[in-house]
C-alpha cells in the first residue's frame, strides 16, 4: 500500500543532544512537508521540498534542519538550538503539477525531551 | 498573510445530533480549502476540499462543507453524528500555486460525542 511511513513513532532526547526523525513516502510524490504540532495551536510549517536537493523554510525553521537527497525521503534533525523541541512532528506529501490535489499525512512522531 | 480561526476549541454533542464546525479564513486571493480529521496520535484524514465552482463539497463520513466567499467561512456540517466522530478536526487555507501541502491550519476544534 502506498503512504507516508514516519519513524520512530515516539522519540526521547536529552537537552542538548540532536536528533532525527525520518519520512519516507512511496507515493511518488514530488513535494514534501514538515510540520509542527502542539496542543491548541494547530499545526505549523517547518520545512517543505518541491524538488530532490531542494527545500525551503516554512514559519518556524529555527532550530531545525532537513535534507532531501531522495525523491521519497525528507528526515528532519532537531538540533540542540530548538528551545523548545517536545512536540507532535507530521510529515506530509503532495502531487505537484496536478490542480485540485491535497496532501495526504504521515502518522507522526511524538519528541519529548528529557 | 492568510490566516485561519476555528472560534470553538471544544464542541460537545449527543450521538445523533447534527453538527456545524466553524471556520473562517483570511486570504487575498481564491483560497483552497481544506478539512482534516485526526484521532488521538494520529495522523490527519483529509475530509473534504474546496478549490472552485459549486459552493457545497461532499466528503467522506458524511460530512460536507459550505464555501461563503462574503463570509470568508467554510463552515463543516454532519447531519447526524456517531461515536466514531470523536476526534480533533482542522480547518486550513492553501497558499495556491502547485504546492498543496503547504497550509495554514486553525487552531483545531475537539469533537466530543455523548451517547
Known amino acids: 500500500d502506498g503512504g507516508i511511513t514516519q519513524s520512530p513513532k515516539y522519540l526521547f532526547r536529552k537537552e542538548g543532544q540532536n536528533v532525527t526523525l525520518s519520512c519516507e513516502q512511496n507515493?511518488?510524490?514530488?513535494?514534501m512537508y514538515w510540520y509542527r504540532q502542539d496542543p491548541g495551536q494547530g499545526l505549523r510549517l517547518i520545512y517543505y521540498s518541491q524538488i530532490v536537493n531542494d527545500f525551503q523554510k516554512g514559519d518556524i525553521a529555527e532550530g531545525y534542519s532537513v535534507s532531501r537527497e531522495k525523491k521519497e525521503s525528507f528526515p528532519l534533525t532537531v538540533t540542540s538550538a530548538q528551545k523548545n523541541p517536545t512536540a507532535f512532528y507530521l510529515c506530509?506529501?503532495?502531487?505537484?503539477?496536478?490542480?485540485?490535489?491535497?496532501?495526504?499525512f504521515g502518522q507522526g512522531t511524538r519528541l519529548t525531551v528529557v | 498573510a492568510q490566516s485561519v480561526t476555528q472560534p470553538d476549541i471544544h464542541i460537545t454533542v449527543s450521538e445523533g445530533a447534527s453538527l456545524e464546525l466553524r471556520c473562517n479564513y483570511s486570504y487575498g486571493a481564491t483560497p483552497y480549502l481544506f478539512w482534516y480529521v485526526q484521532s488521538p496520535g494520529q495522523g490527519l484524514q483529509l475530509l473534504l476540499k474546496y478549490f472552485s465552482g459549486d459552493t457545497l463539497v461532499q466528503g467522506i463520513k458524511g460530512f460536507e462543507a459550505e464555501f461563503k466567499r462574503s463570509q470568508s467561512s467554510f463552515n463543516l456540517r454532519k447531519p447526524s453524528v456517531h461515536w466514531s466522530d470523536a476526534a480533533e478536526y482542522f480547518c486550513a487555507v492553501g497558499a495556491g500555486g502547485t504546492s498543496y501541502g503547504k497550509l495554514t491550519f486553525g487552531q483545531g476544534t475537539i469533537l466530543t460525542v455523548h451517547p
Open positions: 506530509a506529501s503532495s502531487i505537484q503539477g496536478v490542480p485540485n490535489t491535497e496532501a495526504f
Open positions: 507515493l511518488n510524490h514530488d513535494a
